[in-house]
């Protein structure tokens, strides 16, 4: 159980477009989702935390009007990165967390590569 | 500000014992825990340290010293398929996971 998926596993785009990412739960409803990126040989930084229902909540640095996130059901997450730019590609993980359980108890998708060209 | 301080590298041979360290600063503490990461792929949950001690689980050992604010995980009869990124991370404010700045291991036989 506790299965989180990502579509697309790699994506190239151009400079300018815009890309989306689904995260989704796919044995269990995920009322709170998490959005990483993580750049070669570092660690994941927490771009995003968004809840069913309603508005993410974004971390320090992170432009909102660039990274979209919408939770639009328990079981989908998705994030738009608009206009990307190539130092956009990165390596975009999602996480998920079913009611209340503890920060630790997240189920990590297994990522999607950005690449912008 | 929360942060957490791992080394960056760290190598052994197969069947030894290694031990991977995390020092962290953070505003409460909820606990500590540990994942493991392949290349290219995602997260995996290893263990958790809510108190102080030694937990185990398999070959993997988690311990944490709260007074000392340090935490280690500890892989024993190491394979090769134990080469990867390790990471610990305390939750901020019980909710998001913040991550150390990760290990990376390397086995060699």
Redesign the interface.
Known sequence: GAV?SQHPSRVICKSGTSVKIECRSLDFQAT?M?WYRQFP??????MA?SNEGSKATYEQGVEKDKFLINHASLTLSTLTVTSAHPEDSS?Y?CSARAGEG?????Y????T?LTVT | GQSLEQPSEVTAVEGAIVQINCTYQTSGF??L?WYQQHD??????LS?NGLDGLEETGRFSSFLSRSDSYGYLLLQELQMKDSASY?C?V??N?????????T?LQVFP
Do not use: N
């Open positions: 989180v709170t998490f040989k570092q660690s994941l930084m927490l935390t390596f993980i503890a920060a630790y108890e997240q990590f998708g297994p990522g590569r | 909820y606990g825990s290219g792929g995602a997260p995996t949950f958790y990471f991370a939750p901020h019980t909710d998001k996971l913040i991550f150390g700045t990760g990376r």
